[in-house]
């Protein structure tokens, strides 16, 4: 373990982010990129950056925003994305994703950051932090743009697990409850059950049971509950959660993503088409730049890991420096809003004599 900096001189007031340095498409210098960009945005974060020092002593040395707010937690090894998880949880106690969960577990730091491989992540994060009281199948919970006013939608399960009864499904409508009421300052988010049609005798018989358990605790764990959503509401002003398997989330989200990049390609083929298209562009040039920030998906990067005893964010594989940035100002977030205590507390309402409190 070698220190950067001095860490008296550091605010002791700064939130304390563990990220894994090395996982991701970009490798270290985008991570560290990533915390620089965020360091300069936000004086209250520090970091510990988990593994190879020969690799990241010289990376931050040269960010001058780091000094003094960051710490080398040498590992000598890296989960790669293609490692099968069950592999990963038994040989991976020298990674750095192992290192940067550990600092989560220890209290060093408040939330661990990683661009790695989802499936390895989710198992070590298992593993390591273990599971709330209550909580059959933890989620990954992601912000999707949207026409609603806050300009987002929670949506859960994204792909922790395929699988999902009805009674994970009530609990993933709980942990988007919590989510949406601190992460979005919604005081009471509308639920919605994405089915293949709003009906209510539409869908699979889970889906149909997790309707009647939402519906008979809607009111007491302080949520509206819409019913059944279809695809089309994802990302419309219906509702502000959107609970489903993680399966069909993932491949949603995925869908979302693909769309958007389609669209940005034809928008720029369609203003390259000839002379008086690039003018038009030009002159729209503002308007398109506004379109490009709300639909990026790199300003929305991270999905939180719900249903743990401690506040994990996946950032996207690919991820640049903008990306990393942030997922880490996601993590921060989080933390200063002691959100997983909150969590706990919403997921420990519906075990016997809970009470809500999230």
């Not at 490798?27 to 560290?32: C, E, K, N, S, T």
């Not at 991270?302 to 996207?316: A, I, W, Y």
Request: aromatic share 4%; charged share 25%; with cysteine.
């Amino acid at each position: 373990m070698t220190a950067q900096t001095d860490h008296s001189e550091a605010k002791a007031t700064r939130t304390r982010i563990s990220v894994d340095a090395m996982g991701g498409d970009e490798g270290p210098a985008a991570v560290v990129a990533g915390c620089s960009l965020s360091a300069t945005l936000n004086d209250d974060i520090s970091f510990i950056l988990h593994g190879d020092e020969a690799q990241l002593a010289p990376l931050v040395a040269r960010r001058k925003e780091l000094t003094g707010r960051c710490e080398v937690r040498h590992a000598t090894d890296v989960v790669e994305m293609d490692d099968k998880p069950s592999q990963v949880v038994r040989t991976g106690k020298d990674t750095s994703m192992w290192s940067a969960i550990e600092s989560v577990r220890s209290g060093e730091a408040s939330v661990a950051v990683s661009c790695g491989n989802t499936g390895a992540l989710m198992a070590m994060s298992m593993i390591r932090l273990r599971k709330l009281p209550g909580v059959n199948r933890p989620a990954i919970a992601v912000l999707y743009p949207s026409a609603n006013p806050q300009g987002f939608n929670v949506m859960l399960d994204v792909g922790a697990d395929i699988r999902a009864d009805a009674d994970d499904l009530l609990r993933f409508a709980l942990m988007g409850t919590s989510y949406a009421r601190n992460g979005l300052d919604l005081p009471r988010p509308r639920v919605g059950l994405l089915n293949v049609g709003t009906e209510e005798h539409k869908g699979r018989s889970e889906l149909r049971e997790a309707y009647d358990l939402i519906r008979d605790c809607h009111e007491d764990a302080g949520f509206e509950f819409v019913g059944f959503v279809e695809g089309g509401d994802i990302s419309g002003d219906s509702v502000d959660v959107i609970v489903t398997d993680g399966f069909t989330g993932n491949v949603a989200i995925k869908t979302g993503e693909g769309t958007a990049s389609l669209i940005g390609d034809r928008l720029r083929e369609a203003f390259e088409y000839s002379p008086l298209s690039r003018l038009a562009s030009l002159l729209a040039y503002t308007s398109l730049m506004r379109l490009r920030r709300k639909i990026d998906p790199r300003r929305v990067n991270g999905g939180v890991f719900l249903g743990l005893n401690g506040t994990v964010v996946k950032s996207h594989g690919s991820a640049d420096a903008t990306g990393v940035s942030a997922a880490i100002k996601l993590a921060a977030q989080l933390a200063e809003s002691k959100f997983n205590d909150k969590l706990a507390a919403r997921v420990a309402a519906t075990l016997p004599d809970g009470e809500a409190t999230g």
